[in-house]
Nanobody
Framework: VQLQASGGGLVQAGGSLRLSCLAS????????MGWFRQAPGKEREFVGA??????YYTDSVKGRFTISRDNAKNTVYLQMNSLKPEDTAVYYC???????????WGQGTQVTVSS
């Protein structure tokens, strides 16, 4: 599956953004979808995922970020509220079927949170 992330931008601390990830190909509903981010000079980290309606989040974003999906639109969303400067990163969406590792990655979208 090919993925295209969008929705990044510059926002002030405390603000909100919604990222979208559009998937091409069939059977999108079968894919587990994840969001990752990579800040400058840091390793890529897991943000959250959605798997058949169940969502998972890293501790640092729990209560602030929400992942959802619309299978009819082949799209997964990352709603980010109460943004902090430390959320600044390039955000990537990723997809996998049953494998432990994510096999398909989007190109990333930049999120910058100013203090």
């Amino acid at each position: 599956v090919q993925l295209q992330a969008s929705g990044g931008g510059l926002v002030q601390a405390g603000g909100s953004l919604r990222l979208s990830c559009l998937a091409s190909g069939r059977a999108f509903r079968l894919y587990n979808m994840g969001w990752f981010r990579q800040a400058p000079g840091k390793e890529r980290e897991f943000v959250g995922a959605i798997s058949f309606g169940t969502t998972y989040y890293t501790d640092s974003v729990k209560g602030r970020f929400t992942i959802s999906r619309d299978n009819a639109k082949n799209t997964v969303y990352l709603q980010m509220n109460s943004l902090k400067p430390e959320d600044t990163a390039v955000y990537y969406c990723a997809a996998k079927l049953s494998s432990p590792e994510y096999s398909d990655w989007g190109q990333g979208t930049q999120v910058t949170v100013s203090s």
